[in-house]
Each structure stands twice: as C-alpha cells, then as structure tokens.
C-alpha cells in the first residue's frame, strides 16, 4: 500500500509541474502510423529544405528572429507564421492562431485555422496518429519516403495550429 500511495505521489507530482508522464512523442507513432505524399507541403511556396534567403524574399523582414544553441536552430517569426531553420534550410514551418493573418495560410490541401477536424481526416485521409500536446489535441500525419511530418493541433474541434517539419531534425544534430 504504501508502494502505491508513493507511485501515485509521483505521478500527482509531475502532473503539477507540468510534466505529462503519459503523453507520447511524435515519434512513439512512426512505426505503426501509414505514410502518405505531403511533398508538395509548402506555405506561400516555402517548403522544407527551402532557404532562409527564399523564406526573406517571399515574406520580406521577419518580426523576430531567435536564434537556439542546443540544438543548433534559428526562427523567423512572422504575423501568424513561423519557420525554422538548421544549417540555412528549413526544417520546420508553423502556422499558429495568434495573429489574424495566420487565417491566410493553408497547407497544400488547403486546411487553415478554423478548419473542422473532420476537413483534415477528410483531405488527407486515414493513415493518422491522435495524441495530446501541451493539453491539445493533435492529428498527425507521416511521409515516410520524404521524412516530412504534419501535425494538426485541434481544439473544439477546429484548426488551431499546423506544423510540418522534417522527421528526425532533433536527433540528426
């Protein structure tokens, strides 16, 4: 009994300071997750691998710029997007809810902010992972060929966010 009562400590513990002791990595999906095409995955023709050079030409100065050391990464933040880079390519394209203009951006099947999670099942299929992050629902989607993952980050059951990013960034710095 007391074993119990100090496993249930912990975990009480954790669930208050913010650690989810449950919760599951995008990766923990991967192997028993479908793949399908999101090679032509891009927002306003920016697509992963493109350059930062490219992400400044099309979207112009960006708002903020942060730059990681561990591991080695740099953001572009714009109103209503994102990107980030690892060696001047971009790894990772964010389209998140907090700026009116993140309602203009749409992935290649045309999902935006505000979309109903039904229209993301419905374009881009069946072959999906659900999991929780940060409290949020997620819808997520592989291609295994092309080592792109996109994330839908569901609440109320609408669009919220939207990452696409390059599988295994993380780990290959």
């Given at each position: 009994m007391k074993r119990y009562l100090k496993i249930l400590t912990l975990i009480m513990i954790l669930i208050l300071i913010g650690c989810e002791p449950l919760a599951k990595e995008t990766m923990d999906f991967y192997e028993n997750t479908g793949s399908i095409d999101l090679s032509s995955e891009d927002i306003n023709s920016i697509s992963i691998n493109?350059?930062?050079?490219?992400?400044?030409?099309?979207?112009?100065?960006?708002?903020?710029?942060?730059?990681?050391?561990?591991?080695?990464?740099?953001?572009?933040?714009?109103?209503?997007?994102?990107?980030?880079?690892?060696?001047?390519?971009?790894?990772?394209?964010?389209?998140?809810?907090?700026?009116?203009?993140?309602?203009?951006?749409?992935?290649?099947?045309?999902?935006?902010?505000?979309?109903?999670?039904?229209?993301?099942?419905?374009?881009?299929?069946?072959?999906?992972?659900?999991?929780?992050?940060?409290?949020i629902d997620t819808v997520g989607y592989f291609d295994k060929d092309n080592r792109i993952n996109i994330e839908f980050g569901i609440n109320e059951d609408k669009v919220i966010a939207v990452i696409i990013q390059q599988i295994g960034w993380k780990e290959d710095n």
């Open positions: 493109s350059s930062e050079k490219d992400v400044i030409n099309n979207f112009g100065k960006p708002n903020e710029v942060e730059e990681i050391d561990n591991p080695k990464s740099k953001y572009l933040s714009y109103d209503g997007v994102e990107f980030g880079f690892v060696d001047d390519k971009v790894i990772r394209l964010f389209i998140k809810r907090t700026h009116e203009n993140s309602k203009i951006y749409e992935t290649y099947k045309e999902i935006k902010i505000g979309d109903k999670k039904e229209k993301v099942m419905k374009e881009y299929g069946d072959q999906y992972y659900e999991r929780v992050e940060s409290g």
